[in-house]
T-cell receptor
Framework: GENVEQHPSTLSVQEGDSAVIKCTYS??????FPWYKQELGKRPQLIID?????GEKKDQRIAVTLNKTAKHFSLHITETQPEDSAVYFC????????????FGKGNQVVVIP | NAGVTQTPKFRVLKTGQSMTLLCAQD?????MYWYRQDPGMGLRLIHY???????AKGEVPDGYNVSRLKKQNFLLGLESAAPSQTSVYFC?????????????FGDGTRLSIL
């Protein structure tokens, strides 16, 4: 089955700097890669996603890049703000379908004011 | 538009008790999912459903049962609760239209089993 790993597990950045979180996946048939943000005690919320026919996608301060050959994708947050502090989860589709996702274990991002 | 609604939000059970968690979505989504979230473990799929009247096992199904009698509702049952089932449970739904639609999550149910 699909195995998704995230690195680093914890990331501290100064406010205004950039943060990058990398995920690797094992199954080359995976074709959809969402990123979720989860604040303490809240639900996971989709912040950006990318499909396998695209190499990069941007939405304001957030971007995701996908390298299908190396089987990894990364979340980039520029000009970080204190409200970006959260746990970020990456996921990849299970090739069996039904929109099922395999999630990574999450990255704690701490933005230091 | 409420999206995905989970009830209850919190519950404390004693070992051996049973209970049902309710998930309701108003987005007319075909697919629904139940996850559990434990510290350091991410989100793990318990069961899922691809439509009314259908259910299937996920990654960690043991000790749980589910039912999807109506398209908008997905129930998760614990027949005999165990301390190992202490967790935060999230329900999610997604559309079946097109290829790979995002999953939308409810607010979660925090369950403690003593």
């Amino acid at each position: 089955g699909e195995n998704v790993e995230q690195h680093p597990s914890t990331l501290s950045v100064q406010e205004g700097d950039s943060a990058v979180i990398k995920c690797t996946y094992s199954d080359s048939a995976s074709n959809y890669f969402p990123w979720y943000k989860q604040e303490l005690g809240k639900r996971p919320q989709l912040i950006i996603d990318i499909r396998s026919n695209v190499g990069e996608k941007k939405d304001q301060r957030i971007a995701v890049t996908l390298n299908k050959t190396a089987k990894h994708f990364s979340l980039h947050i520029t000009e970080t703000q204190p409200e970006d502090s959260a746990v970020y989860f990456c996921a990849a589709t299970l090739p069996a379908g039904n929109n099922r996702l395999a999630f990574g274990k999450g990255n704690q991002v701490v933005v230091i004011p | 538009n409420a999206g995905v609604t989970q009830t209850p939000k919190f519950r404390v059970l004693k070992t051996g008790q049973s209970m049902t968690l309710l998930c309701a979505q108003d987005m007319n989504h075909e697919y629904m999912y139940w996850y559990r979230q434990d510290p350091g473990m991410g989100l793990r799929l318990i069961h899922y459903s691809v439509g009314e009247g259908t259910t299937a096992k996920g990654e960690v199904p043991d000790g749980y049962n589910v039912s999807r009698l109506k398209k908008q509702n997905f129930l998760l049952g614990l027949e005999s609760a165990a301390p190992s089932q202490t967790s935060v449970y999230f329900c999610a739904s997604s559309s079946s239209g097109g290829s790979n639609q995002p999953q939308h999550f409810g607010d979660g149910t925090r369950l403690s089993i003593l």
